[in-house]
């Protein structure tokens, strides 16, 4: 559904982004690219280390391709505020998908927003990233 | 136990900058396509200054700077151990390739859950750019997790 900001309503949803399963390329990539170096994610040897099966995803892929969803519907300078939980880690070979909701029309600081809430799930239907943004209307 | 005294820790403010190429590699890599993060044409035409750094994108700074890692290792925290636990992000003014961005974070609580299995970090930083603009603030909480 295309974004209007003078037409969203509560309960307009977000188009479902669904992502490729999660590769060790990726996640290389990404700390490459994120600038987060922590082993964990990317050397298999550290990650034994500390007690996992495996490397897995960074928190903050996820988030990014969550606000990539958000970005694609919602103009990026619309977003006033971002924020996520994360509820469950991301494993290699997972396939995720981020989607979104309008929940509330509110004012934040005399603007008119939107309150959409924001969630990246697996397969599975198990939650990864529980979180929400405000969008302004005007 | 991290010892509850580091509440109110705050690192000497870090200045990082916006590096065009770094914003057309993290869009590639997370599959962004809109033009605005890689074409400067594009991103003045949509009414920025210049190409647009994605949103999560500023969170790579206490990474490159190293304070995330001189974080952890003045709490004397395990790195295995540590876990993401939430990140949000107040944007107050766009981030544009070429901005040199100014980071002053503190840590603002430490606290635990299940009788000290689950340790919290709770840091924030104010984000500014080089025209004095104060475009954002981030709001992080880490977790370190023991047995």
Redesign the interface.
């Known amino acids: 559904m295309t974004f209007d900001p003078r037409k969203i309503r509560v309960g307009d949803t977000m188009p479902v982004l669904a ?1 490729a399963p999660i590769s060790r390329t ?1 996640l290389a ?2 700390a ?9 994610h990317i050397d298999i040897d ?1 990650a034994h ?3 996992m099966k495996d490397v897995f995803a ?4 996820s ?3 969550l ?2 969803a ?3 519907w919602v103009p ?2 619309r ?8 509820a469950a ?1 991301t494993q290699l070979g997972d396939r995720i998908q981020c989607s979104g909701k309008v929940v509330e029309k509110l004012d934040h600081d005399g603007r008119p927003c939107a309150r959409i809430e924001l969630t990246v799930a697996k397969r599975s239907g198990e939650v990864t990233l529980a979180g929400e943004a405000l969008v302004a209307l005007d | 136990m991290i010892d509850k005294k580091h509440i109110g820790y705050a690192p000497p403010a870090v200045l990082w900058d916006v590096e065009k190429g770094r914003i057309a590699f993290f869009a590639k890599v997370i599959g962004l396509t809109d033009p605005i993060h890689t074409d400067d044409v594009a991103a003045r035409a949509a009414g920025y200054r210049g190409i647009v750094a994605p949103p999560t994108f500023i969170f790579g700074a206490p990474g490159d700077s190293g304070e995330t890692m001189k974080l952890i290792e003045t709490l004397e925290i395990d790195l295995g151990k540590v876990l993401h636990g939430e990140q949000r992000f107040d944007y107050h003014a766009p981030v544009c390739a070429g901005d040199t961005l100014r980071f002053e974070s503190r840590v603002s609580d430490i606290y635990d859950k299940k009788g000290g299995a689950l340790e919290f970090v709770v840091n924030g930083t104010k984000v500014t750019n080089q025209l004095g603009e104060h475009v954002a603030d981030l709001h992080s909480v880490i977790v370190v997790r023991h047995g």
């Not at chain 1, 490459?32 to 964990?40: L, M, R, T, Y």
């Not at chain 1, 960074?58 to 892929?61: C, E, K, N, V, Y």
């Not at chain 1, 977003?79 to 994360?86: C, D, I, P, S, T």
């Open positions: 992502l990726t990539l990404f490459g690219a994120s600038g987060d170096h922590n082993p964990i550290f280390k500390a007690g960074h928190g903050m892929l988030m990014a391709y606000a990539r958000l970005a694609e990026q300078r977003v006033l505020r971002y924020g996520v939980r994360f880690i």
